[in-house]
């Protein structure tokens, strides 16, 4: 913790000395990012006003406004993005990623192959994105191939399989969508995420008593949580 005051001095002195030096502005960001997301955020913004051709921070940004759900400025940035870096793989995903998110999955998938052709190893993540994707577009089994061939690459992503146990539930193959569910629950335990999927696949079998259990489970975890500050 000393240490990460002591960069946090000598950034802030030697951005006082240089208020638009790129490496000084992007070290604070990186030290903010993770414990002053707002004062990161203003960062960031600064540095993209500044460079607007650094595909780094333009990707920092898009990313931060993804997560914010701002949409509409995350789609800026990512096209600026893809401006930048035309043949820079992430810039593609990324585009990919925020066109799924706007419910535009065709111009989505369009760079989330631009960005499979970029690279030479798909990943498991770009791979699970665009089954998403293709699972918005009701192309079921190809989604359910792509979901397969990620979780080989890399079993242990949560977001993976709770997708692939979406599309399972989607599809109305509960069962599977059950089995994928004992996965996820492996790997993240009472998380409230896998139980209201569980919830919903039960509701769909019209098995609404268990239903309504696994939504006491929830309400009873939420509850647990808050006692302690009661």
């Known amino acids: 913790e000393g240490r990460l005051e002591d960069a946090t001095a000598l950034c802030l002195d030697v951005l006082e000395l240089a208020p638009g030096l790129s490496q000084g502005l992007k070290l604070l960001y990186e ?35 993804l997560a914010k759900g701002a949409l509409a400025e995350a789609e800026v940035n990512a ?75 890399d079993p242990s992503i949560l977001q993976t399989v ?18 994928l ?7 993240a335990p009472g998380l409230p995420g896998i139980l209201l999927s569980r919830a919903v696949v039960q509701g769909r079998r019209r098995n609404h008593g268990q239903a309504l259990a696994v939504l006491d489970r929830i309400a009873s975890q939420r509850d647990g949580a808050l006692a302690p500050g009661e």
């Open 31 to 65: 030290i903010r990012k993770p414990t002053a997301p707002q004062a990161a955020e203003v960062l960031i913004r600064r540095l993209v006003a500044l460079y607007p051709n650094d595909f780094w921070a333009t990707n920092e940004l898009t990313l931060l406004l």
């Open 181 to 187: 569910l004992d996965q996820a629950e492996a790997l």
């Open 79 to 153: 096209r600026n993005g893809v401006r930048i870096a035309p043949d820079v793989a992430q810039a593609h995903h990324l585009m990919g990623m925020v066109m799924t998110e706007m419910n535009r999955p065709q111009i989505g998938e369009y760079h989330y192959r631009r960005a499979l052709e970029l690279i030479d190893r798909p990943g498991p993540v770009i791979l699970a994105n665009l089954a998403w994707n293709l699972k918005n577009q009701g192309r079921m089994a190809e989604a359910r191939g792509l979901y397969r061939e990620a979780t080989a690459l």
């Open 162 to 179: 709770l997708g692939w146990a979406r599309l399972e539930e989607a599809d109305r193959d509960f069962d599977a969508a059950d089995a």
